[in-house]
């Protein structure tokens, strides 16, 4: 029976240089946008992943290029249960945010809601005098209610942000064609984006897609020079994690198993033994080869 789920995340990338990238570097975050309204959306530096089987993935690899990387599933959900999700694809008139004005509302509710929520808490549990006396910091380490409710609320605003990070439009239209994103069943890993880290920066909340399309290449470069702008994996994890490794034909499977073999660097990795690039090599197979025979 045709499987609807597969035991695969497949990253795809657009060349054979980018692929030997990833394999030689880990797999790096990219700022990407996300449009939430007309003209405007999100940006958030994520890697992206597709769930669906090897053999559905023509329309994938015409949008995002010919060349993947195969991570089992289990792996990396184990290895990464804070940063990797899959998406929630929004439909419904009141999921949507409608025009830009309803966007900014949403993202200001968003912002305000930690001060507001722990204000009002303090106000209703006739804490304002203290408050003003001692102040939060003080006043938390003398109440132990007001310190959990606090992360409390912290922990709500937070998962609010996340929410939105991980959301995208059941369709969109892109050069007057209505894409269905659905099809596309996608896992996105969203690292630590409220970090302090100015290479690191976070959750950029409102940006037209211009502004991002002028920005992308500065703020990526910048993200890229940071090493914790790549998922990498030890010795060990390596082949417990990578899958497949598919180049476009099979005339540049060669190119790929010499890659391996001399590069000093595998997965971020450095001097991986012998057995354990031979294993890896293993996993290398083309879109040709597969499209030939399944």
Sequence with gaps: MPIINSNTLFHFTPSMTSIKGI????????????????DYGFAVPMI????????????????????MVGFDKNFLI????????????????FLRNIGEDFFTTQLDLINHSFYNELT???????????????????????????????????????????????????????????????????????????????????????????????KKNDINSKLWSNSKAYICFNADEICKAVKFIVVKNDRQIPSMIKFIRTSKKIFGAENLSSEHKDLLISRITSFELIEKNF
């Design 78 to 93: 184990t290895k990464n249960l804070a940063s990797l999700n899959p998406v929630h694809y929004l439909n419904s008139f």
């Design 120 to 214: 009002l808490y303090i106000k209703n549990k006739g804490y304002m005098p203290l408050l003003e006396k001692y102040g939060l910091e003080k006043l938390m380490l003398a109440d132990e209610d007001l310190n959990y409710k606090k992360d409390q609320i912290s922990m709500a605003v937070n998962k609010l942000r996340y929410s939105l990070a991980f959301s995208k439009l059941y369709s969109s239209n892109s050069d007057k064609k209505k894409i269905t994103n659905y099809d596309e069943r996608e896992w996105r890993y969203i690292s630590n984006f409220y970090s302090t880290d100015e290479s690191f920066a976070p959750l950029i909340p409102k940006i037209s897609k211009k502004d991002f399309d002028d």
């Design 48 to 67: 992206c992943f597709c769930d669906i089987p090897l053999l559905r993935t023509l329309e994938h690899r015409r949008k995002y290029g010919k060349y």
């Design 23 to 38: 394999i030689k570097n880990g797999v790096r975050l990219s700022y990407c946008y996300e449009e939430c309204t007309k």
